[in-house]
């Protein structure tokens, strides 16, 4: 399984403030060996969202109305998934993505918040009546 570094703020600030110097994506890439997708990605969300959108969120709950308006802004051609993310201040592409094609497959109803994490093997034990005397 492959782990993928965690980049700190300042650091994509640095490389989206050398790329506004005038420094090419593919320069940077190689200079640090990452892909130029993603300084591509930390220079559109640092042009959307400034300095704020360099910085990492924790798990982020959003709800039907809001994933139902991404996705129907994808679907009626007025945003890419691109510019969804970066219209609507999600981080991933991949989240984006995933909305569509719940909604695709399971409707508007897909689109409720999902329980997370492996369910439970244990059956539920009926609860013990007290002995009368």
Known sequence: MVKYKKHKAEF?????????????VNGLSNQWGISTSQIRKWIDQYN???VQGLLRRSNQQYTKEFKLTVVQAY?????????????????????VSSWVKIHESFGVDGLNAQQRGRKTMKEKKP???????
């Not at 679907?75 to 989240?95: A, N, Q, V």
């Not at 609860?127 to 005397?133: A, G, H, S, T, Y």
């Open 127 to 133: 609860k013990k009546q007290p002995l009368k005397r």
């Open 48 to 50: 959307a969202s400034g």
């Open 12 to 24: 994509k600030l640095k490389l989206v403030r050398e790329h506004q110097r005038g420094k090419s």
């Open 75 to 95: 679907l009626k051609k007025e945003l890419s998934l691109r510019d969804c993310c970066l219209h609507f201040h999600i981080p991933s592409i991949g989240i």
